[in-house]
């Protein structure tokens, strides 16, 4: 397949810059995968829509404040992206990053953040570089965690973009994040309540988390022509034994596994094992799935509304077909859907 065929047209103004107030009042598209039947919901009508003994799996990550904006020497503004840690100790630590300069800055050089944090560049691999940060006092992590404003994506332009980051910093984050490492929110998860999970309990509805720590390859833009050709960056997950329980569980009362968002998917159907099972484990998952992968795990998934020619559409175009995930889309846009990290959901489901 030609990553072209992935490619649609999305008004502007359909792009979401701003969380809505309540995060169950997103609206949801559900879709029939089955028959390309398309409804249109309320996020808290989920309860509504999974049955008693359906298992719903959350993504825990918790999104780090990965963005750092310093300058150079001569003044020229420099914008880092904290992807990896390599080492930290005290004062001092070192990072792999995505940079945006106008002019790159040499290796060698100095870049000064707040709060007196510096950071020397030490090596560029690709779109890769490698930079070791130090502070005057605390420990280097923290102090970057304190001069990190959210990594929002970049089709999140707002003029006021500074002063919202302590409202980033709540709601470009789920209610259940629990452990550091994302660079990007699992963005199907931002509209669960607390009442709403509460809801779902009473429902019979199980519940259990995994961790993907979303990198670069959930959002890196496919660059080459076919498919088949691009390759996903690893990405690193821990599904713990009850996730495996927890599904052999729903297996046995027939209850659907829902996934939340795409990283849950990736790191469910990369630990899949016979019967529809699945295996604990840690690990990096580089798994890629576009249309004509047969899942193994996932029988529902929720999920935002993704980029044109982006690896998430083509995972949900493999889950429900290409031509009616493009048909859902152009419906959600004659219907004015918000789309992206803070617009509104899907849930794809089907016969099961």
């Not at 028959?35 to 990550?61: E, K, M």
């Not at 990007?184 to 519940?207: D, N």
């Not at 509104?344 to 089907?350: F, K, Q, S, V």
Request: aromatic share 6%; proline share 5%; glycine share 8%.
């Amino acid at each position: 397949m030609n990553v072209a065929e992935f490619d649609f047209e999305l008004p502007a103004r359909l792009i979401a810059q701003r969380p809505l107030a309540r995060r169950d009042q997103s609206r949801l598209l559900v879709l029939d995968r089955m028959t390309g039947a398309v409804g249109h919901r309320r996020f808290s009508d989920l309860p509504a829509l999974l049955r008693p003994g359906d298992l719903l799996v959350l993504n825990d990550t918790r999104v780090t404040a990965a963005r750092l904006v310093g300058r150079k020497a001569s003044g020229g503004r420099v914008e880092l992206l904290l992807v990896e840690r390599l080492d930290s100790a005290g004062r001092r630590g070192s990072w792999r990053c995505l940079l945006k300069a106008a002019r790159k800055p040499p290796l060698g050089s100095r870049v000064e953040f707040e709060r007196g944090v510096s950071a020397e560049v030490l090596e560029r691999n690709g779109l890769d570089w490698r930079v070791a940060f130090e502070c005057p006092s605390g420990r280097i992590d923290e102090q970057l965690e304190l001069i990190g404003r959210m990594p929002l994506p970049p089709y999140i332009r707002r003029d006021d973009e500074d002063s919202r980051d302590a409202e980033d910093r709540v709601r470009y984050q789920t209610v259940f994040a629990a452990r550091p490492g994302a660079i990007a929110a699992p963005t199907a998860g931002l509209h669960f309540t607390p009442e709403l999970l509460e809801r779902l309990r009473a429902r019979a509805v199980e519940r259990v988390s995994l961790t993907l720590h979303v990198g670069t390859a959930t959002f890196r833009p496919v660059s080459v022509e076919r498919v088949a050709q691009h390759r996903i960056e690893a990405e690193r997950f821990d599904l713990p034994p009850p996730v495996a329980e927890a599904v052999a569980a729903a297996r046995q009362r027939n209850g659907r596994v829902v996934a939340v968002g795409t990283t849950v998917v990736r790191a469910l159907e990369s630990c899949a094992a016979a019967g529809r099972l699945v295996r604990a484990g840690q690990g990096l998952s580089e798994l890629f799935i576009y249309p004509g992968y047969g899942f193994r795990v996932v029988d529902a998934i929720i999920t935002n509304f993704h980029l044109p020619r982006s690896t998430l559409l083509m995972l949900v175009s493999a889950f429900a077909g290409r031509d009616r995930v493009l048909e859902a889309y152009r419906e959600a846009v004659r219907a004015g859907y918000r789309f992206y990290s803070y617009g509104d959901a899907m849930l794809i489901e089907g016969h099961g």
